[in-house]
């Protein structure tokens, strides 16, 4: 697999795994708005995920679903911090931040490739991933603004740092460390990232549900 | 409103799990604060129409929700969204003396023509075939 391959798929199954994730908020979400709002960023996600996944199939001569749906869970490539299963609303919006600001982060390296169509692809993710900034930064002040908001955020970011490391390339994690001590007003501590390439358990869980219906219908299948 | 009554209406029926009295306690719980009126244009140039509420504890989260729930499918080129007690209504118009002659579409002579025409036995010519006026 070449190295674009394996770029593109890790950045599809990133945005696919967690598009996942934050649509297990759709129907419990703290109140009806948000509900709506973060279902809408959840399916944005999976929608980015496919035109990943059409890029990298036009490479390997396969398609988006069997890309996305056809691969034993070890084969994915996503970072553990979007599998991991966190249904409390501050450890989601930490990931939540902590994935944008590292997902910024790699799409502006990308916005400058020479590929043409990576580049141009990740400018049109960017423009989409500023409303999902803005609604995370939104909820990082709502929740900073208040001391118990303030104590779970920071608490759920901690458990969640070596993870958002693990998102980006060595080269990038300087800046993503910049960003959010900056944000938060302190420093992290040095821990070693939790890299792609190790998943975390609940990936299979989340596996067996999300691909049920395709493994339900005999090889072939026209929908 | 509620909130300078609280334990008597707790009583009275309201749900108990209402943890403080005060107007914050309450906001965070239900997560929401004030509604807002979204006004959305479908093409440049058209006006905006009324397209419904968000209802979201400030400004901020108000853009996000209109956008979200307004906006994504690219159904409107632009939205207004504005809090609910910015709107002045007026819902109150006395016609005491039944004015109609100041309405812009003037009086309604339709009836009276087609009487006119009866009497004239002219009925079937009208423009259009007028049996239905």
């Known amino acids: 697999m070449s190295k674009r391959t394996d770029l593109l798929l890790a950045m599809a199954d990133d945005e696919l795994i967690l598009g996942w994730r934050n649509s297990e908020w759709t129907g419990i979400a703290p109140f009806l708005e948000e509900d709506v709002a973060f279902s809408s960023i959840a399916q944005n996600e999976i929608g980015h995920a496919r035109a990943l996944y059409e890029l990298a199939a036009a490479e390997l001569g396969t398609t988006a679903d069997e890309l996305a749906f056809d691969r034993e869970p070890e084969e994915y490539r996503s970072a553990p911090l979007v599998e991991l299963r966190r249904l409390e609303w501050a450890r989601t919006i930490a990931r939540h931040w902590l994935y944008e600001t590292a997902d910024q982060i790699r799409l502006h390296a990308l916005k400058a490739s020479d590929d043409e169509a990576i580049a141009g692809l990740a400018a049109k993710m960017d423009r989409e991933e500023a409303y999902h900034r803005i609604h995370a930064e939104m909820w990082v002040d709502r929740l900073l603004a208040t001391e118990e908001g303030g104590a779970r955020l920071n608490d759920a970011v901690d458990e969640l740092w070596p993870y958002a490391l693990g998102v980006l390339d060595d080269e990038l994690r300087p800046e993503l460390r910049a960003r959010v001590e900056e944000r938060l007003g302190r420093k992290l501590p040095e821990v070693a990232p939790v890299p792609r390439g190790v998943h975390e358990a609940e990936l299979q869980d989340l596996w067996n549900e999300m691909t049920v219906v395709r493994r339900s219908a005999p090889p072939g299948s026209q929908w | ?133």
Do not use: C, N
């Open chain 2, 1 to 133: 409103m509620l909130d300078a009554q609280a334990p008597e209406e707790s009583a009275a029926g309201e749900p108990s799990a209402v943890p403080e009295a005060g107007s914050a306690g309450r906001e965070a719980l239900r997560g929401q604060g004030r509604i807002f009126e979204v006004f959305r244009q479908e093409r440049k140039g058209q006006p905006f129409q009324h397209a419904g509420t968000v209802d979201a504890p400030d400004e901020r989260f108000a853009e996000i929700y209109a956008r979200e729930q307004y906006g994504r499918r690219q159904e409107s080129v632009a939205l207004w969204v504005v809090p609910r007690e910015a709107v002045t209504e007026i819902d109150e118009f006395p016609d005491e003396f039944e004015m109609k002659y100041r309405r812009v579409d003037g009086y309604s002579i339709k009836a009276r023509l087609h009487e006119a025409r009866e009497r004239a036995g002219t009925l079937d010519m009208a423009p259009g075939g007028d049996a239905a006026a």
